[in-house]
């Protein structure tokens, strides 16, 4: 065969790729539109508290020999904490508990009328103290390793700030405390022009719909990229089932308790409450200085919600002798989901947690 003949043949091979993909994205686009919502949560578990919009799980060992420091994941309070457990090779749930942790998990549901009242103390030094209670009482232990995404981490810190003796390791993922650096959110609820009071009065509960057109606002054309990538990559079976389970998750973002979504706006959005050292809650002034466990905080680079500049500031306001902070590619959920989370976040995070929770 000649260079020629060599060439045509590639170019007639890449031509009978593209017809054999046009026609599965056409087949494969319409079993999208028809098909019911992507199953999540692959690992069983037990509901050990349940009260109002607090969900508390214990999620069932796999392995004989387990960690002694169990393990208490705080969701994101817009969030359902299912982005930890996805789906078989895509949950955190199950490798850490493949790596002999015991995993509970603090997770939410829609806060009904009645909880509109919730605020910052009740997540802080109710909920939370409630969740912990309940591990020492299943498993013995007087501490737990609390990992925290996004606002579950600044709730988890600002716990550890007020209680200390209750953590014995900090996990931080994405975790804002610097709000000054979150330019896009601070422009979106603007104490000139936003009026959080009247909106609470006037709604109760945040809608999630409302949460997640502030995301929307930070990247305008997201959706609409991603549909595209979506159409593209609608032949592959692996990309395809991946969108569905982070599309769902996006979609199920939930209200938010109108008292919790008013001092939050106020005290961390307006004030920069945390790195000033001014964040009251139930009458007591949160000093991170008194964190003394070991702390690891893991950063995005490129990170829309979060960024670096948001998150960094955790390294200086704790006093713990250890504290790692790890920067890594990608965006706000690649620190907790996706390919690079299970081939080189999770590892990170055992390697350094692992002696620790002997």
Not at 59 to 84: A, C, E, M, Q, W
Not at 232 to 252: G, P
Not at 299 to 317: G, N
Request: glycine share 8%; proline share 5%.
């Amino acid at each position: 065969m000649t260079g020629g003949d060599a060439a045509q043949e590639e170019i007639n091979r890449r031509v009978r790729v593209e017809i054999d993909r046009a026609v599965l994205r056409n087949i494969k686009g319409l079993e999208f539109l028809t098909s019911p919502k992507q199953p999540v949560g692959a690992m069983a578990k037990d509901t050990l508290l349940r009260r109002g919009t607090l969900q508390f799980y214990r999620y069932r060992p796999v392995v004989n020999d387990v960690y002694r420091i169990p393990l208490v994941i705080v969701s994101p309070t817009s969030n359902r904490g299912y982005v930890f457990d996805l789906a078989r090779g895509q949950s955190l749930v199950e490798f850490l508990l493949q790596r002999g942790y015991e995993v509970f998990l603090i997770d939410w549901l829609p806060p009904r009328r009645d909880e509109s009242g919730l605020g910052l103390a009740d997540y802080v030094l109710d909920f939370i103290p409630a969740c912990l209670a309940r591990v020492r009482e299943v498993t013995g232990e007087s501490t737990a390793t609390v990992l925290g995404y996004c606002m579950g981490g600044t709730l988890a810190l600002l716990h550890a700030g007020l209680q200390p003796e209750t953590v014995e390791n900090l996990l931080l993922f994405a975790t804002p405390v610097d709000f000054e650096q979150m330019a896009l959110f601070r422009l979106w609820g603007s104490e000139k022009y936003f009026d959080v009071d009247r909106l609470v009065d006037a709604l109760g509960n945040i809608p999630g719909e409302f949460i997640l057109s502030a995301f929307d606002i930070l990247r305008p054309a997201n959706r609409t990229a991603g549909m595209l990538h979506l159409w593209t990559n609608m032949w592959n079976d692996d990309y395809v089932k991946s969108y569905r389970l982070f599309d769902r998750w996006a979609a199920e973002t939930l209200p938010i308790a109108g008292k919790y979504f008013s001092e939050t706006t106020k005290s961390f959005m307006w004030r920069n409450s945390i790195m000033k050292g001014e964040t009251v809650i139930g009458g007591h002034r949160v000093d991170l200085s008194r964190i003394t466990a070991p702390v690891l905080s893991i950063v995005a680079q490129h990170d829309h919600v979060v960024p670096l500049p948001a998150a960094h500031p955790i390294m200086d306001l704790v006093n713990s002798k250890e504290r790692e902070e790890i920067v890594v590619k990608g965006g706000h959920v690649s620190v907790v989901a996706g390919p690079a989370a299970v081939t080189r976040i999770w590892p990170s995070i055992d390697q350094w947690l692992g002696k620790k929770s002997v």
